[in-house]
């Protein structure tokens, strides 16, 4: 079956630019997870959706940073007046219920600001 | 909060030999562990996940220990191949969410 999707799967924004990355989870799953990874780190954690709720945005760098899941399938990470330190790898996972099973990724998408 | 290192940081082995990654945590009130691997401009894929009761889990070449009380896991990987070529990260599942705190992963060369 399909499996976790992101587009657009590479972006350049000029510095104050406002970006919208989308996530396309697998179909049924009820958890949904952003997360940032920076080049030669692991990934971060920015934020947890369970259907269409956000319970946690804790990981979230600055309030430049908004994320949804309007009907709890397809999810936007949102950026607005972006900065050179928010390029990065965003990737995005879905995870079938709401318990401690697999996440499953998606590609990523890279995000480089000019 | 939760810390996750993992070493070494990079890793060149030649065909056919036998390597363990070390992966360590700093609280040990996890839910469980899990490896992944990465290969460049593509997502992850979960190798081995341990549950927290659990010392270990195997998947053909492939066996991860866990000693939560220590905060320690290994993962050991039997007659390297070059398509084992990648960064292999580490990562606890913890918090509300059961998100997971990933180490900064190792890289990891087989040479043929």
């Known amino acids: 079956g399909a499996g976790v999707s992101q587009s657009p799967r590479y972006k350049v924004a000029k510095r104050g630019q406002d970006v919208a990355l989308r996530c396309d989870p697998i179909?049924?799953?009820?958890?949904l997870f952003w997360y940032q990874q920076a080049l030669g780190q692991g990934p971060e954690f920015l934020t947890y959706f369970q259907n269409e709720a956000q319970l946690d945005k804790s990981g979230l760098p600055s309030d430049r940073f908004f994320a949804e899941r309007p009907e709890g399938s397809v999810s936007t990470l949102k950026i607005q007046r972006t900065q050179q330190e928010d390029s990065a790898v965003y990737l995005c996972?879905?995870?079938?219920?709401?318990?401690?099973?697999?996440?499953?990724f998606g590609p990523g998408t890279r995000l480089t600001v000019l | 909060k939760q810390e996750v290192t993992q070493i070494p940081a990079a890793l060149s082995v030649p065909e056919g030999e036998n390597l363990v990654l070390n992966c360590s945590f700093t609280d040990s009130a996890i839910y469980n562990l899990q490896w992944f691997r990465q290969d460049p401009g593509k997502g992850l894929t979960s190798l081995l996940l341990?549950?927290?009761?659990?010392r270990e889990q195997t998947s053909g070449r492939l066996n991860a220990s866990l000693d939560k009380s220590s905060g320690r896991s290994t993962l050991y990987i039997a007659a390297s191949q070059p398509g084992d070529s990648a960064t292999y990260l580490c990562?606890?599942?913890?918090?509300?969410?059961?998100?997971?705190?990933f180490g900064s992963g190792t890289q990891l060369t087989v040479l043929p």
């Open positions: 179909s049924g799953h009820v958890s």
């Open positions: 341990i549950q927290s009761s659990q």
């Open positions: 990562a606890v599942i913890t918090g509300s969410a059961r998100q997971l705190t």
């Open positions: 996972a879905s995870r079938r219920l709401a318990g401690t099973d697999t996440q499953y």
